[in-house]
């Protein structure tokens, strides 16, 4: 069976600091995978998504960054976190076969002081 | 591209009654509409999707009702229960492979 791995699951980060949360996948190959954003404790923001390999498409510009080094890696990043990048992001995929059901992670709780 | 509008934002019910959240989608193409169920500090779950060449499908106490013609899908949850409680989001999604999610529905069940 398939499993997402996202971690860490909390961190408290000073304004300026950089950023890494990482999302790896189990149990499947060539996986669509996705990064959200879900602050002030609801909406679902989609910040990118990949469809392979170096391949990254970014939905709202702003100071993050996305990689997929690996098939099954998807990493977010920052070199300067700001205030406004505190939230709940959430790492998903769905199978590249186009079915559309998205499977989230447990979330990563990023607080920016 | 793709916009979903969901309705209530808050819904707070009496243990054992009926809570229906409504979607109303944009895109004649969509055809995959997925409920997901949110707890607090956790990821959303999938809890019921329907497709296009459906108009109900139900599983216990949830079902999920689409009306294609008038672009609109519904969530039912009948018998509610304290643990129920959570944040629901609606999705569509078909003529792109990413779906579009509602704002999410905060219920909350009295016990």
């Known amino acids: 069976s398939q499993t997402i791995h996202q971690w860490p699951a909390t961190l408290v980060q000073p304004v300026g600091s950089p950023l890494s949360l990482e999302c790896t996948v189990e149990?499947?190959?060539?996986?669509?995978l996705y990064w959200y954003r879900q602050a002030a404790g609801r909406g679902l923001q989609l910040l990118f998504y990949?469809?392979?390999?170096?391949?990254i498409s970014s939905e709202v510009p702003q100071n993050l960054s996305a990689s997929r080094p690996q098939d099954r890696q998807f990493i977010l990043s920052s070199k300067k976190l700001l205030l406004s990048d505190s939230g709940f992001y959430l790492c998903?995929?769905?199978?590249?076969?186009?079915?559309?059901?998205?499977?989230f992670g447990a979330g990563s709780r990023l607080t920016v002081l | 591209g793709e916009n979903v509008e969901q309705h209530p934002s808050t819904l707070s019910v009496q243990e054992g009654d009926s809570a229906v959240i409504k979607c109303t989608y944009s895109?004649?193409?969509?055809?995959?509409f997925p409920w997901y169920k949110q707890e607090l500090g956790k990821g959303p779950q999938l809890i019921i999707d329907?497709?296009?060449?459906?108009g109900e499908k139900k599983d216990q106490r949830i079902a999920v009702t689409l009306n294609k013609t008038a672009k609109h899908f519904s969530l039912h949850i009948t018998e509610t229960q304290p643990e129920d409680s959570a944040v629901y989001f609606c999705?569509?999604?078909?003529?792109?492979?990413?779906?579009?999610f509602g704002r999410g529905t905060s219920l909350i069940v009295h016990p």
């Open positions: 998903a995929w769905s199978l590249y076969s186009g079915a559309n059901v998205l499977t």
């Open positions: 149990g499947t190959s060539n996986p669509n």
């Open positions: 990949s469809v392979g390999i170096g391949q």
């Open positions: 895109d004649s193409a969509s055809n995959y």
């Open positions: 329907i497709r296009s060449n459906v």
């Open positions: 999705a569509a999604s078909g003529g792109s492979y990413i779906p579009t």
